[in-house]
Structures are given as C-alpha cells and as structure tokens.
C-alpha cells in the first residue's frame, strides 16, 4: 500500500514548477543571467540547479538514465561552485534553459510512472516517496533565495502577492510565557518526510525558561540603534527622521509594528542583550513551538551552532547537511514568508554564517527563569 499518490506527487510538483516561474516571470534573460551579489547565485543558476538536481535524482538515480547534457552537472554542484563563480561557469542560459528545465520534468514524470513508491518499498529513497519529497523541498527553498536575490533586483513586481511580506504587526513589548524544566523531545519522528539533520529525534534536558510570545518589532530593534548606534537591518536607508526599507529598489517606510527582520546573528545576539535577555537554543526553540505566535514572518535566529543530533546519519548525501555541522553556522528556526509552508516544518533547521543579513531572519527572546 501506498501513503502518498502519484497523482499527488505530479501535481505538487507542477505546482513548485508554476511557483518557480511565476517567480520569474517579470524577467528577461539579462535579469536572469546578472551578478546581483557575491554572496548569491545568478537567478539562471539557480533554475539550472533546479532542473539539474531533478535531473540527477529522479532521471539519473530513481529512472537509471544518462543526463540530457553530459557533464554540465558539474557546474551546479553547489559545493564544487561557490556562489561568488556562479556567474561565470558555462551555465545552460535563455531558451536553452527554459527547453532542459521542461524537458527533465517529461523525463521526471515518465519514470515516475513505472516506480514503486509505497511504504513496503525496500530502497529508502523510494519508500513512501522520500526521493519525489526531497527534489519538491529543494525546488522550494531555492525559490526563497531566488526571492533573497530578487530584493536586489530593481522595480521588480512580482505577480503573485506572497511574493511579498504580508502585514503581521506584533506588540513592541512581547508577553513572555513560561516552559518548564524537563526532558523534550527533539526532532522529527521515523514517519514522514525530513531532512537527515532532523533525525534522529532524541529526548533534550531542558532547565526552565521564559521565552517571548512574539518577534522583536522594527520600534523595538529601532531603539536598540538609538541607544547603542547598533547597524540598521539590511536595505534599511535614512529619510528625514524615519527609516525606509530600500528593497527592490522602492522607498516604504518601515512600520515599527512588523517583525524586524535582514538582521544577521550578530545583531540579533547584541539586541537579546540590550534587552536583558538572550536568544533561545534552538532546543528551547523547538520545546515551545506549539505556545509561540508571530511564526511565520522572519526565521529566527537561535543561539545554537548547527551540528549533527546524537546518532546522526547523512541521508540521501552527505552534502546536504553534514558538510556544514561545525563550520561556524548558526541554527534559525521558524519560517519566513518568502518560505512555502510545505518546508516550515516545526522540526526543519536553517542555517547560515552568523554576518549574514540576506535571509529573511529576525529573532525572538528568551531568558533563565
Ligand atoms: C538549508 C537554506 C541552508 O541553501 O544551502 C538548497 C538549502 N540545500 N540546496 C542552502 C539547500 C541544497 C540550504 N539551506
Ligand atoms: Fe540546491
């Protein structure tokens, strides 16, 4: 018996594809192919990387096929190429990359007709369908750093309004609620689709804490530049008295009500003190998940370094996550709203370099009770 359909998987990833090039849809290929910044892809690699990794998963490994275009794959390795040389590899560009994005997806679905996905398949890639999972997540999340990439690009409009950060005012003085000492259980069960660095789920010793029912507002990260000349979040500019938000090349006053967020770890860390608190683990995190509101705006930086949970095992490759743990990333948890619900899972790690402000990334507080 199958849990999940091939009827299901076919339509989840046609829509991923639809949201992919709506994404784009405003571009033309000099858009598409520019060097907005050296810590982020040109938007072609990132649609080549899309279709390439499809490619490699679903037609090369599940469907034992050749690649459409030999060794191009190599170039979107994205261990094997920094993001600073994306710009320059001999990436697939224009129509000819709008042509190899379509044509994996015939192939994708040709061999997912002929595949076993149930929960008795014996090879763990197939097994309820991990594989079709793990290829719809990472068109996703590349979908929100194609939208990192996009606050760079001047005048875009996008044409689908969650392309854009939805009103979520939040008090400037959070209530805080109270978690108790105790053992909690930590990442994601056996059942259902996660990434290797959720697994395995564990039991956490946890000493009491508060922690802040809500995000820190921009009122609330404003006072902290006043009182301290702490840097402004990312493409915040001066205006009179105020502060505009100068993504996409637009001029909107910041609202002091809305969660802040293009902070990096850094400034997050130094607000928690201002504050007399603390970011939370992402332990702590995770245990209060169910009691926090204003989720879903900014992810939120923890105070954890991201490393491997006790009896860690790389699945399906070693580059998704275990080539990062104890690099110097920090945790973020939560969501943004540039992420699809379908990766905000409670349990889902982020991470990134703690200088890093081109995420969508806030925080919230906790302290020692
Ligand atoms: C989980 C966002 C850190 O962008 O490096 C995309 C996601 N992994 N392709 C990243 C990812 C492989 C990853 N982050
Ligand atoms: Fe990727």
Avoid at 8 to 23: D, F, P, Q, V
Wanted: glycine share 8%; aromatic share 10%; net charge negative.
């Amino acid at each position: 018996m199958s849990s999940v359909s091939k009827a299901a998987i076919a339509e989840a990833l046609s829509e991923a594809r639809e949201r992919t090039l709506a994404l784009i849809e405003p571009l033309d290929d000099e858009q598409l192919n520019r060097v907005y910044s050296p810590i982020l892809s040109p938007l072609a690699w990132d649609l080549g990387h899309i279709a390439n990794f499809e490619e490699l998963w679903l037609v090369q490994t599940i469907g034992g096929r050749e690649p459409l275009h030999g060794e191009l794959g190599r170039f979107y390795d994205a261990i094997e190429n920094p993001r600073k040389v994306r710009g320059e590899l001999p990436i697939l560009r224009d129509a000819e990359l709008r042509s190899y994005m379509a044509d994996v997806r015939e192939r994708t679905l040709d061999v997912l007709e002929g595949v076993e996905i149930g929960s008795d398949v014996g090879d763990p890639l197939l097994r309820d369908g991990f594989v079709y999972e793990l290829l719809l997540a990472h068109e996703l999340q590349h979908n929100e750093t194609m939208l990192q990439l996009l606050q760079l690009v001047e005048g875009y409009e996008p044409v689908w309004a969650e392309f854009s950060p939805p009103a979520q005012p939040v008090p400037g003085e959070p209530e805080t609620v109270r978690v108790e000492a105790g053992e909690y259980s930590i990442g994601a069960p056996e059942q259902g689709f996660a990434y290797d660095n959720e697994r395995p789920r564990h039991s956490v010793e946890l000493a009491a804490f508060e922690i802040d029912r809500t995000p820190v507002s921009n009122g609330a990260y404003i006072s902290l530049m006043e009182a301290t000349g702490a840097e402004p979040p990312m493409f915040w500019e001066r205006d009179g008295d105020g502060w505009v938000d100068t993504s996409r090349a637009g001029r909107v006053p910041i609202d002091p009500a809305q969660p802040v967020i293009h902070v990096s770890w850094h400034q997050a860390d130094a607000f928690a003190r201002w504050a007399g608190k603390r970011l939370p683990s992402e332990h702590e995190w995770e245990a209060a998940r169910d009691r926090l509101d204003g989720l879903g705006h900014g992810w939120e930086w923890t105070s954890s370094d991201f490393l491997a949970y006790p009896g860690f095992e790389a699945f399906p490759y070693r580059e998704y996550s275990e080539v990062f743990f104890g690099d110097g990333y920090k945790v973020l948890r939560g969501g943004a709203w540039a992420t699809h619900p379908r990766v905000a899972r409670p349990t889902f790690r982020n991470w990134d370099l703690p200088q890093r402000s081109q995420i969508f990334a806030g925080l919230r507080c906790a302290r020692d009770a």
